[in-house]
């Protein structure tokens, strides 16, 4: 049974630094586009970024280019995302997706995602 589980969320001040893994069981990740999307309470899920299938190419959203670090370790068959200068706004539950693996790049909507994890929860508080 294909299955991604997000970890590393957690409670955080603003200005620090989190490190969230996506990781898959039942297939391997670098065979797939992967993105990476939030959401906070009240909002509409955003997109933050993706790293294209088999390839180290990753795209970052402007809300969070220059912050935040999208990676992949095929080792573990786990995809990252370093979240650095945390801010209150960057509050959310944060989700990895899959797209299907006859798609080899990224896409910003989520309608073009088919496996989703069940989300790690970040709050960015002091």
């Known amino acids: 049974q294909l299955q991604l589980v997000e970890s590393g969320g957690g409670l955080v001040q603003p200005g620090g630094s989190l490190k969230l893994s996506c990781e898959a069981s039942?297939?391997?990740?670098?065979?797939?586009?992967i993105g990476w999307f939030r959401q906070a309470p009240g909002k509409e899920r955003e997109y933050i970024g993706c790293?294209?299938?088999?390839?180290?190419?990753?795209y970052h959203a402007d809300s969070v280019k220059g912050r935040f670090i999208i990676s992949r370790d095929n080792t573990k068959n786990t995809v990252n995302l370093q979240m650095n200068s945390l801010k209150p706004e960057d509050t959310g539950v944060y989700y990895c997706?899959?797209?299907?693996?006859?798609?080899?790049?990224?896409?910003?909507?989520?309608?073009?995602?088919?496996?989703w994890g069940q989300g790690t929860q970040v709050t960015i508080s002091s």
């Open positions: 790293t294209d299938k088999n390839t180290d190419k990753t």
């Open positions: 039942g297939f391997t990740l670098a065979s797939y586009a």
């Open positions: 997706a899959s797209r299907q693996q006859v798609f080899s790049f990224c896409a910003s909507s989520q309608d073009y995602y088919q496996f």
